[in-house]
C-alpha cells in the first residue's frame, strides 16, 4: 500500500506519457541528428569517410577534387559526429532533425551533391 | 533425473529477459534443482572487429558493446588505450569522464530497479521510476547529444564542455533525482509484497561468491566489499569523498539497498564534480591516424554491473593488435547459478535480474557462418511461406 | 440519499413475462448483448483506470478517450491466425475457451440487472431460490475450464499455469464461499434478488430508525467485502495474484498456446467474469441495482464502475504474491477472518 | 598497497620458480603487474599466489595468437592488485593445464578460451561449448589470426572489407 498516496494523485495530474506524432518533444540544442552537408565548402579530403567506424560515408566519384558529393548511408550511421569533428572545413554537420524513419531501405541513405570545381587551368599546373 | 523432476527451458525468447540467452532449468514441482546457462546467442564479433579499425574508430564500436553501460565502455578503452600509448589526458577531461561515469550509473541502477519491480509483477513502479529516470536521461541527452551512447570520452581526453551556466540547474535535477530515489527507498522498504519477494530470495554467502569470482552490486550484497572505484582508484577517485557500499544481506534486497544507496552516492559524486570542476583544456590532440608505440595495458573500471576489464595490445600500428573486453556479466554467471539452485520457478526472473544481467556485453566476439559459406537476408515474402511450410508439417 | 429520495426506491417484483420478453431479456436486454457491451466497457474503465493511476495516458485514439479500443482488439484477434499446437489435445484445447467465455456469461444471467417491462424495478433473466449457490458454482467450474486449458495446450509454461491456477483455486475458494454466505443469512434467502431485496429494505428501515445494530451489521459486512475483493482479485487472475499468468515467470501461463478467436474468446471471457465479479460485489454488498431517482441499470453501471475502479486500482498497487505467499497467506489469515466474519453474521442475525 | 609491495610480490614470485621460469616481469604501475610464466609451473604459481598473497578473484581470461605462439593471460586479483600471468603455448600442442579446481570462477572464463582461440584447459570438469553453436565446426577457431577478417569478408560477399582502412 506504499504507493497508494503517489498512485491517488496522479489520477489529477496531466499524464506523464507524451502524446508523440500530434506533440513533440523539442529536442536538446547538442543533439546528434540527421547530417547536413554544404558543397561550396568541401574540398574531398575523405577525412571522413576513414574515420567513420561504421563506413556509412561514401564519397561519390573517388576522393579529391573529382569528389562530386556524399552518400550518407544513415541505416549504417552510429551518430557519432566524428566526421564532422574531423572535417577540416566543417564541410558536413549533424543537426538535431531526429525523426529519421523511412519505408524503404533506400531512401535512408542521404544523398548530397556538390560542384567539383574546374579542373585546374593549365597556368596552375606549371605553378 | 527423477519422474518428478522436468526441464523448463527458460530463453533465448522469454519476457522475463530482456536480451537473448538460454538457461535450462531442472524443476521439482516449483522448486529449481539445477541450471545450465548457455550463452552466445548476441554474439557480434566485436573484439575481431576491433581488429581492422583504428583507436578513434573502435571508440565508437567498445562504445556499442552494451547499451547501458556504454560510457563505462569508452572509459575504460581509453583508459587502456592512453595507458599503452603513455598520453596524458588534461585534468578537467578526468572530471567530465567521472561526471558521465556517475551520471551514467545513476541511469543504470534506476533503470534496474524498474526492472527488478517489473520482475515481480510491481509494473506501477517500473513505470514510476522509469518515469522519473528521465530526469537523468534528459540531463545526458543535454549534455552530450545523445541518450544512450554519449560518445563522451575520446583518446586523449572528452569531446564536450560543460558550460559552468547550467550548473544551478543541474544540481536542482540531482537533488530531484536524490528526493526520488530516497522515496523508492522508502516505498520498497515499507512495502510488504517487495519484501515478501525480495527477503532470502536468491542467498548467496561471502564465501561462495568470493570463490566464484563475482562482481558488482553482485559481490556487495553478498559483502564482498570489491568496488573498484575504492580497492584501485583510477581518474580521480582517490580524491572524491564517497563511501564504499555493501551489505551482507546477500540476497535480492541486498541487491536492491545496494544498488540505490550507490545511486544516492553516484549524485553526491556527481554534486562534487560540479562544484570543483576545474577550468582548462578538455582534451590532448589524436589523430585518428596517429600510430601508438608497442605495448599493453590493462584497464578495470567499476561499471554499473560491476568490474569491468579492458586489454589491449598494441603492435605500433594504429589499431590494436588485440583488445579483450570482459564484461561484468559473464563473470557474474557462475554466481547467479549458484543463486538460482534451490529457488522456486516463480523467483527465477528476480534472481535472474538480480545481477542486472546485460548479455549483449558478455557475447561480443565473432560472427561467420562457415557451412552456407554466404549472408543473406529474407524479406517478408520468404519469411512468410518458409512460415507456412513449417506448419504444414 | 435523503429520506424522501429512499422511500422512492421500488422493490422489484418477479413479473410475469411472456416467450418474448424473455428472449428479449435473455438476448438482448438486461442479457447476452448488454452484457458482452459492458463487459468490454468494463476492461476500458479497468485499462484507462491503472493507466491514469500510472501516469500514463492508457487507451486515447479509438473513440472517445479510447472507449473503442477493447472492441478494436477483439476484432484484431478475430482476424489473426489461430494456431493449435501439433502437442495439444485438440477437443479439449479448442473447447476450453468456449467454457471459460461461456459459464460466466451463464452466470451473470442471475444477477438481477433491470426489469424490462417495469423501468423502475430489477430483476435478473433467471431468478430462483438458490441462485447465490449456481453462480458460485459456476465460477468453481470456470477454475477447471481453466485448468484443462492450461493442461491440454501441451507447453510447459501452460501446465505449470494450469497447476497454478489449481492450486489457487485451493486457496480463494472457501474464503469466497464463505463470505457470500454471510448476506445470505442476514437475508435469510440463498435467492440473489432477495439478498438485494433485503438490503434495500433494511437500509431504509435504518434510515427511518437508525439503531446500533445497523451500523454493526454494516461493519461485519465491510470486512467481508474486503475479503470477497481479495477473493475476486485472486479469482480474477489478477495483480497481486496473477501467478498463473505471471508473464515475466511463465510467459502467459495457462493462456500460451492460445491466439487468434480462441484468444478473443478468452479475453471477453476474463472481462465478463470481472463484470461477474464487480456485479456481484455490487449485489452481495452495495445494494445491488437499487437507488434513488435513476433507472436500476444505471445505479447497477454506476456501482459496478466503482467496483471495476477499486479492482484496478487494487492490481496496480502491488507486486505479485509467489504460489506459495498466496496459500499460506489465504489459510493463515483470509480463511480465519471469513469463519470469524460468518459466525459474527450468525450472531447478528439471532438478534436482528 | 605501494608499488614497492607489489614489486615484492613479482620478485618473490621469481626467487620462488625460478628465472628460468618466471620471466619478463614488469610492474608498470600501481595496482599492475605483468608476468610471462611457463606452462609447467604456472598451475603452482597461481596456487602459491592464491595462498600466500590472496589473489582468490579471477577477473578473466584472455586469448592472444601471438603468431608464433598462443598467449593465455589470466588476470588475477587480489583486492586492487591485478596480476597478469602470460602463458605461451605453442601452436602444435595447444593444450593448458585447467586452474578451475583452484579458482572456481575461471569455469567458464577457459570454456571461453577453448570455443574462440582452442586452446584446450586440461582437466576442465565441463568443457562443452560456451559461445559458439553447438553445430559450429570443429576446429575452427574465430580468435586466430588466420581468421583474418578481409579474407574472411571477400569469401562471404566477394567484397573488400572497410574500403579507405588501412
Known amino acids: ?127 | 533425473m527423477s519422474d518428478r523432476q522436468f526441464v523448463i527451458p527458460i530463453g533465448p525468447q522469454h519476457p522475463a529477459l530482456k536480451e537473448p540467452t538460454s538457461f535450462y532449468f531442472t524443476v521439482d514441482g516449483e522448486v529449481v534443482v539445477d541450471v545450465e546457462p548457455r550463452i552466445g546467442y548476441n554474439h557480434r564479433g566485436i573484439e575481431k572487429a576491433m581488429e581492422v579499425r583504428n583507436y578513434i574508430q573502435n571508440l565508437y564500436i567498445t562504445e556499442r558493446v552494451c547499451g547501458i553501460c556504454s560510457n563505462a565502455h569508452q572509459t575504460a578503452y581509453t583508459g587502456a588505450v592512453e595507458e599503452a600509448g603513455g598520453i596524458e589526458i588534461p585534468e578537467r577531461a578526468k572530471y567530465i569522464r567521472v561526471l558521465f561515469h556517475e551520471l551514467e550509473r545513476i541511469h543504470s541502477h534506476l533503470l534496474w530497479v524498474g526492472v527488478a519491480a517489473h520482475e515481480i509483477g510491481f509494473d506501477t513502479m517500473f513505470y514510476y521510476v522509469w518515469r522519473d529516470r528521465e530526469l537523468v536521461m534528459d540531463l545526458l541527452e543535454e549534455i552530450s547529444g545523445n541518450r544512450v551512447n554519449y560518445a563522451i570520452p575520446t583518446v586523449g581526453g572528452v569531446r564536450r564542455d560543460i558550460s559552468k551556466d547550467n550548473f544551478p540547474r543541474w544540481h536542482k535535477v540531482l537533488d530531484a533525482l536524490a528526493e526520488r530515489t530516497n522515496y523508492y527507498i522508502k516505498v520498497a522498504s515499507t512495502e510488504q509484497t517487495i519484501l515478501d519477494r525480495a527477503i532470502g530470495v536468491g542467498y548467496l554467502s561471502k564465501e561462495d561468491m568470493i570463490r566464484l569470482s563475482g562482481v558488482g552490486p553482485n559481490a556487495r550484497c553478498s559483502g564482498v566489499p570489491c568496488d573498484t572505484r575504492k580497492t584501485a582508484p583510477y581518474l580521480l577517485y582517490d580524491e572524491i569523498p564517497f563511501e564504499h557500499i555493501y551489505v551482507d544481506n546477500g540476497d535480492v534486497l541486498g541487491q536492491v539497498l545496494v544498488r540505490v544507496l550507490e545511486t544516492l552516492e553516484a549524485v553526491k559524486i556527481c554534486k562534487w564534480v560540479l562544484d570543483n570542476i576545474p577550468e582548462g583544456e578538455i582534451a590532448v590532440k589524436f589523430n585518428p591516424m596517429q600510430k601508438l608505440p608497442e605495448g599493453e595495458a590493462v584497464y578495470i573500471v567499476e561499471a554499473q554491473r560491476g568490474e569491468l576489464i579492458h586489454y589491449t595490445i598494441s603492435d605500433g600500428r594504429n589499431m590494436p593488435y588485440r583488445h579483450k573486453i570482459r564484461a561484468p556479466t559473464l563473470g557474474n554467471i557462475p554466481s547467479l547459478v549458484e543463486r538460482l539452485k534451490g529457488g522456486y520457478i516463480a523467483d527465477i526472473p528476480i534472481t535472474l535480474a538480480g545481477i542486472d544481467p546485460c548479455f549483449s556485453c558478455t557475447d561480443r566476439m565473432v560472427f561467420y557462418d562457415e557451412g552456407k559459406d554466404r549472408s543473406w537476408v529474407w524479406d517478408e515474402e520468404q519469411l512468410r511461406r518458409y512460415g507456412l511450410e513449417w506448419y504444414k508439417k | ?352 | 598497497m605501494s608499488i614497492e609491495n607489489q614489486t615484492k610480490v613479482v620478485k618473490e614470485l621469481v626467487n620462488v620458480f625460478g628465472e628460468e621460469n618466471v620471466t619478463d616481469t614488469k610492474v608498470p604501475r600501481l595496482y599492475r603487474a605483468f608476468a610471462t610464466v611457463k606452462r609447467e609451473v604456472f598451475r603452482d604459481v597461481v596456487k602459491y599466489l592464491k595462498e600466500k598473497h590472496g589473489f582468490v578473484h579471477i577477473v578473466t581470461i584472455s586469448g592472444v595468437d601471438m603468431k608464433d605462439r598462443y598467449e593465455v593471460v589470466y588476470h588475477l586479483r587480489s583486492e586492487g592488485f591485478n596480476m597478469n600471468l602470460k602463458v605461451p603455448v605453442p601452436k602444435d600442442d595447444p593444450k593448458v593445464p585447467s586452474i578451475t579446481d583452484i579458482l572456481n570462477g575461471a569455469v567458464l572464463y577457459e570454456r571461453e578460451v577453448n570455443d574462440l582461440l582452442g586452446v584446450y584447459p586440461e582437466g576442465h570438469p565441463d568443457p562443452k561449448r560456451l559461445i559458439l553453436d553447438y553445430d559450429w565446426p570443429e576446429g575452427v577457431h574465430p580468435l586466430r589470426k588466420e581468421w583474418d577478417i578481409q579474407t574472411l569478408r571477400q569469401k562471404v560477399d566477394g567484397q573488400k572489407w572497410g574500403k579507405d582502412v588501412e
Open chain 1, 1 to 127: 500500500m506504499a504507493m497508494e498516496r503517489e498512485l491517488l494523485s496522479s489520477l489529477f495530474k496531466k499524464p506523464a506519457t507524451l502524446k508523440y506524432p500530434f506533440e513533440k518533444l523539442e529536442p536538446p540544442k547538442g543533439l546528434r541528428g540527421k547530417h547536413e552537408y554544404d558543397g561550396d565548402k568541401c574540398i574531398g579530403c575523405a577525412l571522413c569517410a576513414r574515420v567513420c567506424p561504421s563506413f556509412a560515408i561514401t564519397l561519390k566519384g573517388g576522393p579529391g577534387p573529382k569528389c562530386t558529393g556524399l552518400t550518407v548511408d544513415l541505416g549504417k550511421c552510429l551518430f557519432c559526429q566524428q566526421c564532422e569533428e574531423v572535417c577540416p572545413r566543417d564541410a558536413i554537420w549533424l543537426t538535431t532533425a531526429y525523426e529519421l524513419a523511412v519505408l524503404k531501405k533506400e531512401d535512408g541513405i542521404l544523398n548530397f551533391d556538390r560542384t567539383p570545381p574546374p579542373p585546374p587551368t593549365p597556368a596552375k599546373k606549371e605553378g
Open chain 3, 1 to 352: 440519499m435523503g429520506r424522501g429520495a429512499a422511500t422512492q426506491i421500488r422493490i422489484g417484483v418477479v413479473q410475469e413475462m411472456s416467450l418474448i420478453t424473455t428472449l428479449i431479456a435473455a438476448l438482448v436486454f438486461p442479457g447476452l448483448s448488454f452484457i458482452l457491451t459492458y463487459s468490454l466497457y468494463a476492461q476500458w474503465i479497468k485499462r484507462k483506470a491503472a493507466a491514469r493511476l500510472q501516469n500514463r495516458i492508457g487507451p486515447l485514439h479509438t473513440g472517445w478517450q479510447g472507449i473503442l479500443q477493447p472492441l478494436a482488439d477483439f476484432i484484431k484477434l478475430l482476424v489473426k491466425e489461430d494456431i493449435t499446437p501439433a502437442e495439444a489435445n485438440k477437443p479439449v484445447f479448442n473447447a476450453a475457451p468456449l467454457f471459460i467465455f461461456a459459464l460466466p456469461l451463464a452466470a451473470t444471467f442471475l444477477i438481477p440487472i433491470q426489469s424490462i417491462t417495469n423501468l423502475w424495478a430489477w430483476d435478473a433473466v433467471a431468478s430462483f431460490e438458490g441462485d447465490l449457490i449456481m453462480v458460485l458454482f459456476l465460477m468453481s467450474i470456470t477454475v477447471l475450464a481453466i485448468f484443462l486449458a492450461g493442461w491440454s495446450s501441451g507447453n510447459l509454461f501452460g501446465a505449470v499455469g494450469a497447476t497454478r491456477v489449481a492450486f489457487m483455486m485451493l486457496a480463494y475458494e472457501i474464503p469466497l464461499g464463505l463470505v457470500a454466505i454471510g448476506p445470505a443469512i442476514l437475508a435469510r434467502s440463498l435467492s440473489i434478488s432477495r439478498i438485494v431485496d433485503w438490503q434495500v429494505a433494511s437500509f431504509n428501515a435504518f434510515l427511518t430508525a437508525p439503531n446500533i445494530w445497523g451500523i454493526v451489521t454494516a461493519m461485519v459486512l465491510f470486512i467481508g467485502a474486503v475479503i470477497y475483493t481479495v477473493c475476486l482479485l485472486a479469482e480474477l487472475e489478477m495483480k497481486p495474484f496473477d501467478m498463473s499468468e505471471a508473464e515475466t515467470e511463465i510467459v502467459h501461463g495457462w493462456q500460451v498456446e492460445y491466439s487468434g478467436k480462441k484468444l478473443a474468446l478468452l479475453n471477453v471471457g476474463h472481462d465478463v467474469k470481472m463484470v461477474l465479479a464487480a456485479a456481484l460485489l455490487t449485489s452481495l454488498f452495495l445494494g445491488g441495482p437499487a437507488g434513488p431517482v435513476l433507472p436500476p441499470v444505471v445505479w447497477f453501471i454506476v456501482k459496478t464502475t466503482f467496483c471495476v475502479f477499486i479492482i484496478s486500482n487494487l492490481s496496480v498497487l502491488f507486486a505479485r504474491f509467489r504460489i506459495d505467499q498466496l496459500i499460506s497467506g489465504a489459510w493463515r489469515y483470509l480463511v480465519p477472518l471469513a469463519v470469524l466474519q460468518v459466525m459474527a453474521v450468525v450472531a447478528i442475525s439471532g438478534v436482528i
